[in-house]
């Protein structure tokens, strides 16, 4: 692989932004960040008047392009993870809606496809997947199908919300000699999700839910990202669900209480828990643009994840669709679904970026919740999310208008 270097650039360099650098690329990591370039090297990009940002990170996203997750082979998800790319997304998490358990393990096995295939190919990386709402509050359900949902009843065992308790998976196996339980395959499907192969595993969930503490407790025990949403938790139950392991909430303000100043609700219970992080759908319906500052900046941008919650829509305009066995409308940029339910959102990472940069906040403040603390989230932070020297070279060239110049991923560039 040859070795690149990206000259003249500013860089956002963890807490502030370097002028005037080279940063050098090789084998698809970054091996040299320097005033001047002090090396010999095989390709020379000028990057005058560019700023360098860290890769977006997308955590939370259900298609692009026509295609939904829920429905992709494996195919799809690349047409997904090429558009991705071309706006900016050097890594995402496929993210999956309620769902049956067989269409669940068809697609799982389609993302695990993706990820084996996607290192020969300049597309956005699939680094794991994220179930939504499967064990949520039927009455925080948004755009969610509710038949589909869950609550646990044990390790290996789930039943749907609306049925008599019903083991959805072979029992459990012990062995020989040991009270351990152990997977009835590889993977290990005690919660009744199937697991990829590899990968960051994610679940949004309601607390409250029967089960819903113990359920978290064994999400952080199998290394799963516990995210608290679809729900109308009380503090109490809250403070449970942190101090089992959930330290993470879904798409702020969206499908949870609101703060009153006489019942802190979800939303009042996480500005004021230093620990908690949450992501947010950046936009501008939503949350309100003032709103959507006003979280940002309480809770501060090093605590907050900007997430798109695309949908198939996304890139294909206006219009009428079929998503999740009903019809979608798309009109001026905003989804509702059959039930008038906002039904996902229709932007990319880089439309959450520019929305941001709308509202003032600075080049690091933007690329530390679009890169920086997604990475976090996921605990990939030790090669993606910053621009660091032995991290991937996972870039955006951003002009000064806020539009994409280039894009590097794994040291490649890709076609915009």
């Not at 695990?112 to 997947?129: C, K, S, T, W």
């Not at 869950?150 to 065992?157: A, E, K």
């Not at 828990?273 to 643009?289: E, L, M």
């Not at 989804?335 to 080049?363: P, Y």
Request: charged share 25%.
């Amino acid at each position: 692989m040859s070795t690149i270097a990206v000259k003249n650039a500013s860089v956002v360099f963890w807490d502030r932004l370097l002028e005037n650098v080279s940063v050098v690329v090789e084998g698809g990591l970054v091996t040299s960040i320097d005033e001047g370039l002090r090396v010999s090297v095989d390709r020379i990009i000028d990057a005058g008047g560019l700023i360098l940002f860290p890769g977006f990170i997308d955590v939370h996203i259900h298609g692009a392009v026509g295609v939904d997750v829920n429905a992709a082979d494996v195919d799809k998800l690349v047409e997904i993870s090429k558009f991705l790319a071309a706006n900016g997304v050097t890594a995402w998490v496929p993210t999956l809606v309620p769902d049956s358990d067989e269409n669940y393990r068809r697609v799982i096995a389609a993302i695990d496809r993706l990820m084996e295939i996607q290192g020969e190919m300049p597309i956005a990386r699939a680094v794991g997947v994220h179930y939504e709402g499967v064990f949520a509050n039927e009455k925080m359900c948004g755009a969610l199908r509710p038949e589909f949902f869950r609550r646990f009843t044990g390790v290996g065992t789930t039943a749907f919300a609306d049925h008599p308790v019903s083991e959805t998976l072979p029992p459990l196996l012990k062995q020989e000699g040991s009270e351990v339980a152990t997977p009835p395959q590889a993977g290990g499907e005690l919660i009744g999700l199937p697991r990829l192969k590899s990968g960051v595993h994610m679940t949004t969930f309601a607390p409250e839910i029967d089960g819903g503490i113990e359920l978290a407790r064994e999400l952080a025990r199998q290394g799963w990202i516990a995210s608290i949403g679809h729900t109308k938790a009380d503090t109490p139950i809250l403070e449970q669900a942190f101090d089992a392991g959930a330290r993470h909430l879904t798409h702020f303000y969206n499908a949870m209480t609101g703060l009153h100043h006489r019942d802190v609700g979800v939303v009042g219970w996480a500005l004021t828990k230093d620990d908690v992080t949450f992501d947010i759908i950046a936009d501008g319906i939503h949350v309100h643009p003032k709103m959507l500052e006003f979280a940002c900046r309480s809770k501060s941008p090093d605590k907050v994840s900007l997430i798109s919650d695309s949908v198939a829509p996304t890139g294909r305009g206006d219009g009428e669709y079929e998503i999740w066995g009903e019809k979608v409308s798309v009109l001026n940029g905003r989804t509702k679904n059959e039930r008038g339910s906002i039904a996902g959102s229709v932007i990319t990472m880089h439309d959450a970026f520019l929305q941001m940069r709308s509202l003032g906040f600075s080049e690091v403040d933007v690329a530390k919740m679009t890169s920086t603390n997604p990475a976090k989230l996921l605990g990939l932070d030790h090669s993606h999310g910053s621009i660091e020297i032995g991290k991937r070279a996972d870039f955006v060239g951003i002009r000064p208008d806020g539009s994409i110049k280039f894009v590097m991923i794994g040291g490649e560039f890709i076609d915009l």
